[in-house]
């Protein structure tokens, strides 16, 4: 789907945002462990891809000036046994870079380079450790600056993460396709579980299905897939228990597959019985925000300003549903702890500029929700949409918002 052509475009386009002389030196992830000598499902670092469309770890990019070229680091003997040598050749096929170094030949001539520079473009490091969502980060940039300081530890960096964003928040058709391809898989496998959603028992059950759906087209989650009823939805991230389900539950269904590398990301909230008055009161009042959001967005706003009318309207809701009394940013995200809208693409929560006018191209999620612990309720409505010319379109349209509420 992606060719060569794609890459070479994004590395033309990177250069000519980055005005200035120094080398730009990026690069892949790291494989990780799981545990013992198993590693984690490798999963490029999306800026990286994004250039060259390789899928091998530790591969560094090098472009100086006109010049462009790959480092690939060397294996050993086992490396080579268990996993194969890496294909220099194809390498090149796909990222459209003719020249691809070797280890020891891809350092040499760059650290010659790196003398005699006084700045190099890179992407910084991530924190070691995301104190907010409590993972370690891969540490592939941060062993790469410390070889770039190794080589000259006077240099200056530059962090092109700016750039990529910019980059990467207005989506080129190919991209848009391979979304929209994301999106299909997903509402198919949504459409698998609601044939019969009262023959699942558990929550892990239901979640099987929807990856049985995903490995019948050869790709995987784009996140942890949430699949959470009763009590267990009003926990943002819930994952699926082996509990039996309560008929008289809603069962709320965050999932997204990811199509060469590209993500869908939907929510939908169903129902095995028929609603009480207080369930619909809820799922009619998120349906309604919802729709509020949706009539915000078009070319020219900022997600910024567009949450703080999404907030305004939600305190209404919740305020009629007898939640709150006074409309406050603390009341409101008591109930509604969320952003309404994320950027989609090569990450689940892309990159881009919260505080950019949005501009055809981008894309982005929409997905208000109630939650209520002390009522076991938990409703979200998530959908992928479209910024375009004239408004926007709703790439996951064709999957209903309330297909199996009763």
């Known amino acids: 789907m992606f060719t060569s052509d794609f890459f070479k475009g994004n590395r033309a386009h990177l250069r000519s945002l980055f005005t200035g002389t120094a080398p730009i030196v990026i690069t892949a992830n790291g494989q990780l462990q799981r545990n013992g000598d198993v590693t984690l499902p490798f999963r490029q670092d999306s800026s990286f891809w994004y250039l060259t469309g390789i899928d091998e770890p530790d591969v560094v990019l090098v472009i100086d000036k006109t010049k462009e070229y790959l480092i690939v680091p060397d294996r050993g003997e086992w490396q080579i046994a268990s996993a194969g040598a890496v294909d220099h050749s194809s390498l090149s096929k796909v990222s459209g870079i003719d020249l691809v170094m070797d280890e020891k030949s891809g350092w040499k001539q760059l650290n010659q380079r790196l003398k005699k520079v006084k700045n190099v473009a890179t992407l910084a490091a991530h924190a070691p450790y995301d104190e907010l969502e409590g993972f370690y980060a891969n540490p592939a940039r941060a062993h790469l600056i410390n070889q770039l300081?190794?080589?000259?530890?006077?240099?200056?960096?530059?962090?092109?993460?700016?750039?990529?964003?910019?980059?990467?928040?207005?989506?080129?058709?190919?991209?848009?396709?391979?979304?929209?391809?994301?999106?299909?898989?997903?509402?198919?496998?949504?459409?698998?579980?609601?044939?019969?959603?009262?023959?699942?028992?558990?929550?892990?059950?239901?979640?099987?299905?929807?990856?049985?759906?995903?490995?019948?087209?050869?790709?995987?989650?784009?996140?942890?897939?949430?699949?959470a009823s009763g009590k267990h939805a009003v926990t943002l991230h819930s994952g699926a228990s082996n509990e039996t389900i309560d008929p008289h539950d809603l069962i709320l269904?965050?999932?997204?597959?990811?199509?060469?590398?590209?993500?869908?990301?939907?929510?939908?909230?169903?129902?095995?019985?028929?609603?009480?008055?207080?369930?619909?009161?809820?799922?009619?009042?998120?349906?309604?925000?919802?729709?509020?959001?949706?009539?915000?967005?078009?070319?020219?706003?900022?997600?910024?300003?567009?949450?703080?009318?999404?907030?305004?309207?939600?305190?209404?809701?919740?305020?009629?549903?007898?939640?709150?009394?006074?409309i406050s940013h603390e009341a409101v995200r008591h109930y509604y702890p969320h952003g309404t809208s994320h950027f989609l693409g090569l990450d689940t929560h892309d990159v881009g500029d919260y505080k950019r006018p949005l501009a055809p191209g981008v894309v982005l999620t929409v997905e208000p929700g109630i939650y209520i612990p002390e009522e076991g309720i938990g409703i979200r409505i998530e959908d992928n949409v479209l910024i375009t010319e004239n408004g926007i379109k709703v790439l996951s349209e064709r999957l209903p918002r309330g297909a199996s509420l009763t």
């Open 149 to 227: 300081k190794a080589a000259n530890d006077t240099v200056e960096l530059l962090d092109l993460r700016t750039h990529l964003a910019s980059m990467r928040m207005i989506k080129q058709p190919i991209e848009i396709e391979a979304i929209q391809k994301a999106i299909d898989i997903t509402i198919e496998a949504f459409e698998t579980v609601q044939k019969d959603l009262g023959s699942y028992k558990t929550e892990w059950e239901i979640e099987n299905a929807m990856t049985s759906v995903f490995m019948k087209h050869r790709v995987v989650h784009a996140y942890p897939p949430i699949v």
């Open 253 to 326: 269904f965050d999932v997204g597959a990811e199509y060469q590398n590209y993500a869908a990301d939907i929510t939908r909230t169903y129902a095995l019985k028929p609603l009480t008055k207080r369930q619909q009161a809820v799922f009619n009042a998120v349906a309604e925000v919802q729709a509020f959001a949706l009539d915000q967005l078009k070319p020219g706003v900022t997600l910024r300003e567009c949450e703080l009318q999404v907030e305004e309207f939600m305190g209404e809701k919740l305020r009629e549903l007898g939640l709150i009394k006074a």
